[in-house]
């Protein structure tokens, strides 16, 4: 479900808002004449201007009590605004409008956020209901409108993510895909075949649904030469196949389309945000699943383009859809810089977290990019290094590649998964998100819910089409 708060703008307060939200800044003054006493009830409550404090106040108003909220903006950065806005948000569950004034600064950061964090995904109908109408007094309605686009393409990824995996089979996100207003070619299994994307059949193999490759592609109104691929991941559940997960870590799975859902999300907003560049997004889509007909730890597998790797874990499958993906992207698309977006390994949350995503890069200038999106986007990345003396941990005496380590002599597991990517990408400037960390939230808090983030489609909408 898409969030379903509508967010508008008028030009003034009106008279006898029900519920009225206004900042107040580090003098503890509010910024619109209010009738009340407002240093004396800052005082009182012992506000301290924080993002995120909210103090509430009944108000007298025709046929009963409305509520002022003051709300405190911190340094007034964009990640303080996106905090205040995000409790605010919060604050008014249930209620129908909350009039805002808005602070100064980055309204677009502050209205997304708001947005955000009314985001919820519900099988049922327990639970108070998320504020019906934001309305944004004296705000400007550009910046206001961006932030819904951004905000329903994050609720879009989250929706996908969040969709329990019996569902969503890769023929399901393939529909979703094609429901996305751009240019669809969907490769079925027998195309899979005939074309030789051996690597997302193999991981396949094992289910009763059958995998697909999507591509969709976005062409700005003014044409250009510049053309960027985005690869996303979209294992529909990830059970690990015959290298079978524990329940305590397979439950989580269904979010394993993360990538791909946010690759699906971008292509589905570029239009209205009016990227300039050329786009083509990739989702490499399977279940992977035991069963009779799985592949086998054992098994050698011909990718996309020939070359054929050695599959030690049938849980190391992400990577071999990707393959498939980065090669076909190399070879015919021709790009100027690919990204690939990925719930890839356990290990990058042993490194990171689940607070900051993971940007591996061949190119510094794309990885400067991309790090410059993530710290105005607030989906934070932290670049890691490609560490070539773990290269070796790849080699199989029997195929040009093995898809794990056998032994553990290297470790570094999310690094060496990045340079298995890498052999695919060809000589293009690449860059992988792994956002196994950051691609489902633990929390229900500030502008995440429980379960999916849409971490990537904030980052990659500021890269493609930010200002
Ligand atoms: N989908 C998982 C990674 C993952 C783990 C995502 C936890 C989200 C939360 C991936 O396919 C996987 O199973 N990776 C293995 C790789 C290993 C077999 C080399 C892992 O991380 O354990
Ligand atoms: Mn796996
Ligand atoms: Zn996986």
Known sequence: MPIETTASVVAEVPDGAELLAVPYTSDLSPEVELHLPVSDLLAHYEAKGEAGEIIEVPVARAGGVGRVLLYGVGDGSPRALRKAAAALARRAKGRDTLTVVPPE????????????????????????????ALTFAGA?????????????????????????????????????????????RVWDEEQLQADGFGGILAVGKGS?????????SYTPAEPTDRHVVLVGKGITFDSGGLSLKPTENMKT???????????????????????????TGLIASAENMPSGTSQRPSDVIR?????????????????????????????????????????????ITV??????GAVYASDDVLAKQLL???ETSDDRLWRMPLIEDYRPALESSIADLANVESGSRFGAGSIT?????????GRRPWAHLDIAGVGRSTVDEGTLTKGATGFGVRLLLEWLAGA
Not at 106 to 132: H, M, N, Q, T, W
């Open 105 to 132: 600064g980055d309204v677009a950061a502050f209205a997304e956020a708001a947005l955000l964090a009314a985001y919820s995904f519900k099988i049922g109908s327990e639970g108070k209901k998320p504020v019906r």
């Open 140 to 184: 400007d309605a550009a910046q206001v409108r961006r932030a819904q686009v951004v905000a329903q393409a994050v609720a879009l990824a989250r929706d996908l993510t969040n969709t329990p995996s019996s569902v969503k089979d890769p023929a399901w996100l393939a529909e979703r895909a094609a429901e996305r207003g751009v240019p669809v």
């Open 208 to 216: 009763a649904s059958p995998p697909r490759l999507i591509q969709l």
């Open 253 to 279: 799975q269904k979010t394993d389309m993360a990538g791909g859902a946010v690759v699906i999300a971008v292509l589905g907003a570029l239009a209205e945000l009016g990227a300039p560049v050329r786009v």
């Open 303 to 347: 990718h996309y383009g020939g070359r054929t790797v050695e599959v030690l874990n049938t849980d190391a499958e992400g990577r071999l859809v990707l393959a498939d993906a980065l090669a076909y992207a190399d070879a015919v698309l021709d790009p100027d810089a690919v990204v690939d977006i990925a719930t890839l390994t356990g290990a």
């Open 351 to 356: 490194a990171l977290g689940r607070n900051v």
């Open 372 to 374: 410059d999106a993530a």
């Open 417 to 425: 998964a990045a340079l298995f990517l890498r052999e695919f990408a």
